[in-house]
């Protein structure tokens, strides 16, 4: 260990606690009564809703179509909507969010409405664009923590050169295992869908990456792609944070994305193994992206399992199906422990983004009170950006916006490395992700200020030039008249 | 239900600061118990008197303080003056001991704002005032005498030891001809301060190392920057210059490269400039040894560091990802 070079820089090692909920199968739910559908499933604006109340949708009927920045929303299960209201939300903070209530028909009449060309639409595309078309119509976003959407990132390899396609398995926080379930299960659609994405975006060569705390996955996956020449599996180490894009990239090709730089500017192109399968449902059956496996784990829990269930589905129904709690839970987490956010309202619905829920019991939780920082340097040596924590820290504490921002903080990626490895329980990723906001907030408040100041001085320009025109009008008007009493009228009229 | 929203990461590696001092503590115990053995009961006087004044101390400052940083028994107190007084000499007066630890804890810690804000090792610092304000008291070396006669040898082999210390003879002598004896030298049977024995400090680095409690960085390098020069010191002229194995086992050297260069509070905190603070480390026990008024110059040699620490911190900035070479 001490001579081997590590793929990745820093990073910790997080006890796995897969175990959990990685040994039985994925449980399928029978369709919920409601529907919570979120507008705004991920970063970007709203999606904008093309059902109203009252209207019977099918399985897999568009109800909102994506913009700016957003994909397009479909109905998980046949039904009637509701109402489009606000409704608890599973969003950091809290709060709420406008949805679709989707009251589902008991016995679902079809499974998906295909629609009637659809025999066409079988491998049948003509052009990468066309593929990525069918992509974005599905309304797939990327599964892995971005939630990006697909398309728009697929879109951006058409004028870029992408030699690889990455294809991430690493699935490095602790407790989630639903991409290692899907890579069990759902081999062949992944491996399905690397095929139509290496066609979408143009590269010659797929890397699968998986961490080695994965082998019945990484075993599924060689398997099914023993027919592929150009597709490779990988095993990495067990190593938080290697499924980290930038980290991932640069275990598997040994380059680093320059800063400020995307990774498709060092030809390569990353995409988690979910939406792999989801892309290859979205393709070969058009089948867009209703559902999601859901990893539910943590000491509390009764059965921790993963649940393929509707996106939409209350995370009290969830529970309900892995037999509730069998103790308190002390924190419930959306997403890992490692980046997820704590909610305190379980009446709120899962999203396309929501990769785990986690219900953790008093002991696992870290110690609440921090004690003074003794510069042990244990941060700077896990960051696995190389930055400098427990320096930006101080900067931050002290309202030093600009210094931290000037130490890199802006190339921070919140993983929390630092705070779990922190002897001194320091709330490092709270201090970054407060002063990444802050400055964020500045910048918007500044840019406004400016659009203010712009505006205004159009304004009192253009007041001015009226003034200068009307005063000239009536100096104008003034003179003429003036000339008008001594000259006749006739010269007058010539000249106009 | 949880009621608190709370911020990610919500779960920790268990290490705590408590426990990183508990364990440096036991990093020290075997050569603690090993110089208690050696040194009888006016040994353990001092550590209990030192001990007993130094948590008083600690805790008066930390009750005058509104928001006091660290608490009475998070360990950091105790570490420093077990460090301050397994560097002292073994019989030295325990209502002196006394009086260093409490400079150790007001000077050297709490009048910076306490746990985590001095700029000087506390212990080293204590040291220092002491050898300055009682020169008798601090050089006057006891031979070890066991209180259990364990071992036959060992007796025979502690008798041979009189009045200096290995380093101190060289000094005055001026030569490096002293007898030295391979198994007395590595445990450190012979006139020096409490806790010197090279074999069990170095053993109990290790474990620390293992354990990820200390750098090993700053320990190596620290261990180079002193044995590399004078080796090559030894070879020119041999007769005035310690053997490096002598260089290595006697003195504070062991102490200073696992226990005390490796406090985490008065070192750099990046990789690169542990190295550069560990080699000026070595390099100046080395330089004083030989050219310096004092024959041991562990505790100047590590003050000296301490104040270009934050220097070395900012000048020794690693590469940030992405960034370019």
């Known amino acids: ?496 | 239900m949880p009621t608190l929203l709370l911020s990610a990461p919500h779960i920790h590696s268990g290490m705590t600061v408590n426990r990183l001092m508990r364990q440096v503590i036991i990093g020290l115990f075997p050569a603690l118990l090993l110089g208690l053995y050696l040194f009888g009961e006016q040994a353990l006087v001092l550590v209990m008197a030192s001990l007993a004044a130094g948590l008083l101390t600690e805790w008066l400052c930390q009750k005058c303080q509104d928001k006091p940083l660290g608490s009475l028994l998070d360990g950091s107190a105790i570490v420093t003056i077990l460090l301050l007084v397994m560097s002292l000499p073994p019989h030295f007066p325990w209502y002196l001991g006394a009086l260093g630890a409490a400079i150790a804890v007001i000077l050297g810690k709490q009048v910076y704002g306490g746990l985590g804000q001095n700029l000087f090792n506390p212990a080293m610092l204590a040291r220092v005032v002491l050898l300055i304000s009682f020169p008798v008291e601090m050089t006057s070396w006891p031979s070890p005498v066991p209180v259990l006669p364990a071992l036959p040898g060992l007796n025979d082999l502690a008798d041979a030891f009189t009045g200096a210390t290995t380093l101190g003879a060289v000094m005055e002598t001026g030569s490096s001809i002293i007898e030295l004896q391979l198994l007395p030298l590595l445990f450190g049977i012979s006139p020096g301060s409490l806790g010197e024995s090279p074999l069990l400090l170095l053993l109990g680095g290790i474990w620390m190392s293992y354990k990820k409690v200390i750098d090993w960085r700053i320990s190596v390098s620290l261990i180079i920057g002193c044995i590399v020069p004078a080796t090559l010191a030894w070879w020119i002229t041999p007769e005035t210059i310690l053997s490096p194995l002598a260089q290595l086992s006697s003195g504070g050297l062991m102490l200073a490269a696992f226990f005390i260069a490796t406090d985490p509070v008065t070192s750099p905190t990046t990789p690169k400039g542990r190295i550069w603070y560990g080699l000026g480390c070595g390099l100046l026990i080395f330089l004083i040894r030989i050219f310096g008024a004092y024959p041991e110059g562990v505790a100047f040699a590590i003050l000296l560091m301490n104040a270009v620490s934050p220097l070395i911190e900012s000048t020794s900035k690693h590469r940030a990802y992405g960034e370019s070479k």
């Open chain 1, 1 to 496: 260990m001490l001579f081997s070079k590590k793929l990745i820089k820093g990073g910790v090692h997080p006890v796995g606690q897969k175990q959990l909920s990685n040994n039985s199968d994925i449980l399928r739910l029978p369709p919920p009564k409601r529907l919570f559908i979120a507008l705004k499933q991920h970063s970007g604006a709203p999606a904008k809703p093309v059902v109203k109340a009252g209207d019977k949708v099918n399985a897999g009927q568009l109800l909102a179509t994506g913009q700016g920045g957003s994909a397009n929303i479909h109905a998980p299960q046949s039904g009637t909507v509701e109402k489009i209201a606000e409704h608890s939300a599973a969003i950091p903070g809290g709060g709420k969010q406008s949805m679709i209530h989707l009251l589902c028909d008991a016995q679902p009449e079809s499974k998906y409405m295909l629609p009637p060309d659809y025999v066409k639409l079988d491998n049948n595309y003509q052009s990468r664009e066309q593929l990525i078309d069918i992509i974005a119509d599905a309304g797939i976003v990327g599964m892995g923590g971005a939630v990006f959407p697909a398309a728009t990132k697929l879109r951006s390899t058409l004028n870029k050169d992408v030699d690889t396609l990455l294809i991430n398995g690493c699935e490095c926080e602790p407790y989630l295992t639903c991409d290692d379930l899907v890579m069990q299960e759902q081999c062949v659609q992944v491996v399905g869908g690397i095929r139509y994405l290496l066609e979408a975006c143009g590269a010659k060569k797929a890397i699968i990456g998986v961490e080695d705390n994965k082998p019945l996955a990484a075993q599924s996956l060689i398997d099914a792609c023993s027919e592929d020449d150009n597709i490779e599996v990988r095993t990495l180490p067990t190593h938080y944070p290697m499924g980290s894009a930038k980290q991932f990239i640069q275990a598997l090709c040994k380059v680093e994305v320059p800063k400020g730089k995307r990774s498709t500017d060092v030809g390569v192109f990353v995409q988690n193994v979910a939406t792999c399968a989801a892309i290859y449902y979205a393709v070969r059956f058009a089948r867009p992206m209703t559902h999601r496996v859901v990893t539910l784990s943590g000491a509390a829990l009764e059965k921790p399992m993963n649940i393929e269930a509707p996106i939409g589905t209350l995370i009290s129904e969830l529970l309900a199906s892995c037999g509730g709690l069998k103790a308190d839970a002390a924190r419930i987490v959306v997403g890992g422990p490692m980046m997820g956010h704590t909610i305190t309202n379980m009446n709120t619905p899962i999203m396309k983004g929501t990769s785990g829920i986690l219900f953790l019991h008093e002991d696992e939780l870290p110690e609440q009170k921090s004690s003074p920082c003794v510069s042990c340097g244990r941060c700077v040596a896990a960051c696995p950006m190389g930055l400098l924590p427990n320096a930006m820290a101080e900067l931050v504490a002290n309202d030093d916006l600009e210094g931290a921002a000037e130490q890199g903080l802006s190339a921070c990626l919140m993983c929390g490395s630092c705070a779990f490895i922190c002897p001194a329980s320091l709330p490092l990723t709270q201090y970054f992700s407060y002063a990444t906001g802050e400055i964020k907030r500045q910048k918007q408040m500044e840019q406004k200020a400016q659009l203010a100041r712009r505006l205004n001085q159009q304004r009192t320009a253009r007041l001015e030039k009226e003034a200068a025109k009307k005063a000239a009008a009536k100096a104008a008007k003034k003179a003429a008249r003036a000339a008008g009493k001594r000259a006749p009228r006739k010269t007058t009229k010539q000249e106009v």
